[in-house]
């Protein structure tokens, strides 16, 4: 059974951020900055984990865990996350949504015996 | 902008199911189950919408929005449903995670002027 890729969350609750996105042609610096932005992020008081993929028609889907709304928040305002964003909404995504929710319960598996 | 493959979700709240897997080798009937769960998902009482995507490296994400947990439970339940995860849990799925959401907050981008 490999966890690759998998977040390693606690018992719930705790929140994701459920982030939807399309991309541009535009690469300029995406992945880098993508990289570091996954490392910064799981430097935040109350970060849990994430867990990201982007098919190949171009759809990406990433979600990130934390322990309250409150240390989400201070992630939206870090800083070099602001210019990151600035940089995304302004040549990265063709458009993207933005969903929190609070986890409320959840369950992994398959259960082989 | 483009928003295919983007759920068109109402205001908040309303519930996630955020389905992350890795995928075994065997294929035998995966593509046409998994087409079949979205079209049969969709006809389903509460049912608002989903996304969909799977990386190169094999990490799937699907999330699928409902009005209800009890939408939810009746969907986990329905009985074509069951044979599919069933399937699932045997042959098509090396690891899978299951987190049910409420979502609270929602907003999209980007908001180019």
Known sequence: M???????????PYYAVIFT?????????????AARMVELA?????????ESTRGAEGLGI????????EAIAAWKANAEHRIAQA???RKWYEHFETRIARVERAYGGPKRT
Chains 1, 2 share one sequence.
Do not use: I
């Open 87 to 89: 940089t995304g909404h």
């Open 2 to 12: 490999s966890e690759a890729g998998f977040a390693k969350t606690p018992e719930p």
């Open 62 to 69: 990433t979600v990130s865990y934390w322990t309250t709304l």
């Open 42 to 50: 799981s430097q935040q008081p109350g970060f849990l984990g994430v």
């Open 21 to 33: 996105s399309t991309r541009t042609r535009v690469d300029e610096g995406y992945g880098d900055v």
